[in-house]
């Protein structure tokens, strides 16, 4: 699902005391297929600009365009049930939405509410389950009696079980213990291959933005500071630093390295291995150009 | 260091009497001025030691002392003037409208005269660098404030423990850093010990002493350098080690000799600068 925004500006309580701007003149595509992360401070915009995804805002002025649907300052939402059921939103701490009296209603719910039929209702139920590896026992449980992991497993299956075209993430590891962020993002790396996914990782890790997406765009105060892939945006450590913004550790530690040894080292996407042998390298003196 | 001021004897916890034990006889101790760290992977037990610490629970079996008093219905409030606590959540615990009055509310809740309430207030503000937002909304702050502000009013009542119970995990990095950067001037500054509950690997490096929990038992007790060394094992509990202790072990596989545990940037490159040198 293609998705380009053209010039938009959000204007939070306009002509009012409170006005208050929080996206500014931004414009970007994401094409389909892609993993991207949109990357920024508190305050730079992109709760706003998640909710123009499916609608539940619409631009001040400019233009959002995703898939064939069209969201414009003027004029009304027409269509807006179909988008929605084509973009799912997973939002930050998913687990607090969740409602129902047993997993399996609070999974059906979405479905149900799209006019999806009871029997296709159950077996896209049971698909999302696997698909977010919770055994099918739990599906009579209360979703309140399982633990902080589980829960918000159980409330990104009521996204999945929509089957939405574009996944949109807020945050979505927030709180977890190392294990089980590592754990949830490698779900979401496969979920996106395996589905053809459109999706978008909305984060402060620089880290799983470069061990997951394939384009990046950093926000700043409610415009477009950067944009391009990972290796390439994550380099530009004097470009990052003046918006606060850290690089990726890895890298970081590749930009010191290459100062104190005065060697040919830099960023190519490799791993902590291949890392280690290009500095066992050059701590022993044998340089590949000797 | 000296003597301890926290100490768990034989500890033993669980939520029901037909629940699994959470916590199996755990015994540890911690000094004076000690910055330790706990750490294990979710449901491992670390935030119920840190809700036995203050006596929000209380054990079944053993003992918990503070300066020497064990913890038990008749103590807990004696306790809890020395064990100060914040919490994960910026905004579960907030109860003043403005900073001055949250931070305060410990120092009225004991009722420490005006004239130094005045003066602590001042004091534990500055201390985390919240000085001129005496009259703001908390609410209305970042998070790494947020967290500021619970941290002072947990300051202002001098406690000599302080738990921070995962208190940077719903924060963004900048947030963390701020936190990190305001422990650690308390620590300097202040005679208190503290414990902090945490999954984030480069604030363990900077502990004192980290204790590792696995399935409610102890599983280590050690300097974070001597923690990290052990990756194999702490990747069979579930947990991992920093970039750095990596890197250098990935180093070491390839005949880089280091001569110590490297445990940030700095360290690991004048490792690595000696070896070369050496060559």
């Known amino acids: 699902m293609e998705i380009s925004f053209k010039q938009v500006s959000y204007t939070y309580q306009p002509n009012t005391p409170f006005e208050h701007r929080a996206i500014n003149d931004l414009s970007m595509d994401v094409s389909s297929g892609s993993f991207t992360a949109i990357i920024g401070h508190t305050g730079s915009g992109k709760s706003t600009l998640i909710q123009h995804l499916n609608g539940l805002l619409k631009p001040s002025s400019g233009e959002v365009v995703i898939g064939s649907y069209r969201l414009q300052p003027e004029g009304k939402l027409k269509g807006i049930k179909e988008l929605r059921s084509k973009v799912g939103i997973v939002f930050q701490y998913p687990e607090h939405q969740l409602f129902e009296e047993t997993v399996f209603k609070d999974i059906a719910f979405g479905p149900l509410n799209f006019g999806v039929d009871r029997q296709e209702v159950e077996k896209r139920v049971g698909e999302a389950m696997s698909a977010v590896q919770l055994p099918e026992e739990l599906l009579v449980r209360s979703p309140f009696e399982l633990s902080g992991g589980q829960m918000r497993r159980v409330a990104i299956a009521g996204v999945l079980a929509v089957q939405p075209e574009l996944l949109v993430l807020d945050e979505p590891t927030a709180g977890l213990d190392p294990k089980g962020q590592k754990e949830m993002m490698d779900m979401f790396h496969r979920l996106h291959k395996q589905k053809s996914l459109t999706t978008i990782l909305v984060t402060h890790s620089m880290e799983d933005a470069l061990a997951y997406a394939d384009h990046v765009i950093i926000l700043n105060k409610g415009e477009k500071y950067l944009e391009g892939k990972p290796e390439d945006v994550f380099t530009r450590q004097a470009d990052l630093r003046k918006v606060q913004l850290d690089v990726p550790e890895v890298i970081q530690f590749i930009t010191k390295a290459k100062e104190r040894f005065q060697a040919d080292l830099s960023y190519h996407g490799q791993t902590i291995q291949e890392l280690a042998e290009e500095l066992a390298l050059i701590v022993k003196g044998a340089s590949r150009y000797e | ?279």
């Open chain 2, 1 to 279: 260091m000296g003597k301890n001021v926290l100490k768990f004897e034989h500890v033993w916890f669980r939520y029901g009497e037909d629940l699994p034990w959470v916590l199996q006889d755990v015994s540890f101790e911690i000094s004076r001025s000690e910055w330790v760290a706990v750490i294990g992977h979710n449901g491992s037990g670390k935030s119920t030691i840190a809700k036995l610490m203050n006596g929000l629970l209380f054990p079944q079996k053993g003992k918990i002392l503070i300066n020497g008093l064990e913890i038990n219905e008749e103590t807990i409030w004696d306790i809890r003037k020395q064990v100060g606590m914040v919490f994960q959540n910026p905004d579960n615990q907030f109860v003043g409208t403005t900073v001055r009055d949250d931070v305060a509310f410990g120092l009225e809740n004991r009722g420490i005269p005006r004239e130094e309430m005045i003066k602590r207030l001042k004091d534990s503000l500055a201390a985390v660098r919240m000085e001129g937002y005496e009259l703001h909304e908390p609410h209305r702050l970042s998070g790494g404030q947020k967290q500021r502000v619970a941290i002072a009013g947990v300051l202002a009542v001098s406690p000599q423990i302080i738990i921070l119970d995962e208190a940077t995990a719903m924060l963004d990095p900048n947030g963390r850093k701020e936190i990190i950067e305001t422990v650690k001037t308390v620590k300097e500054q202040d005679d208190v010990s503290l414990v902090t509950i945490t999954h984030d690997l480069n604030e363990v490096t900077l502990a004192d002493r980290v204790l590792v929990m696995n399935e409610g038992k102890v599983w280590m007790e050690a300097s974070p350098k001597d923690i990290f060394a052990k990756r194999d094992e702490l990747k069979e509990i579930g947990l991992d080690i920093p970039f750095v202790t990596k890197l250098a072990a990935e180093l070491t596989d390839r005949d880089v000799i280091l001569d110590s545990e490297p445990l940030n940037h700095d360290e690991l490159l004048e490792e690595l600068w000696r070896f070369h040198l050496n060559r």
